[in-house]
């Protein structure tokens, strides 16, 4: 019976891992992307930094700021796809958790889990913030400096 139960899941596995499998290797070729375009705005930093005196002296600080802003574009460029990619595997979770079953029955609404659970969802909290205490000071006779003589 166990073999049966294998025979049917295995397709289905199959077109499960493969989908994983596309999404996970673009994802590790693109973040390989954006490490070396990061990898060069570094050096471009570094050269800035460790020769600021010869950047100055030449007056080339704009066209180092351009420089290093264009090394981060292609970066920015590569996160927004990165970005795509994590919202398209996304959407296609929550259209897998909102969808009705195939069988036309409908599914029980399994809450999702939250990151921060609020005890108290009544609009009157008493919860009240005061400052807090400061210390009473007393005031001291000052003293002239060097002579010894106390201000009254």
């Given at each position: ?37 990061y990898k060069e705005a570094g050096s ?12 100055y002296a030449f007056g080339s ?92």
């Amino acid at each position: 019976m166990l073999w049966k139960l294998a025979i049917v899941g295995f397709p289905f596995i199959v077109l499960l891992l493969i989908p994983g499998l596309m999404y996970g290797r673009s994802l590790i070729s693109i973040t390989r992307k954006i490490r070396e375009e990061y990898k060069e705005a570094g050096s471009i930093a570094e050269q800035a930094i460790s020769l600021v005196r010869t950047v100055y002296a030449f007056g080339s600080e704009t066209k180092l700021i351009a420089k290093f802003s264009a090394a981060l574009e292609g970066s920015m460029n590569l996160g927004v796809t990165v970005q795509r990619l994590i919202g398209v595997l996304l959407a296609a979770d929550e259209a897998d958790d909102g969808s009705g079953s195939s069988d036309g029955k409908k599914k029980k609404h399994r809450r999702k889990r939250k990151l921060i659970e609020v005890a108290d969802d009544e609009d009157d909290s008493d919860v009240e913030i005061t400052p807090p205490p400061t210390q009473a000071t007393t005031l001291r006779k000052q003293s002239t400096c060097g002579t010894g003589q106390a201000l009254k």
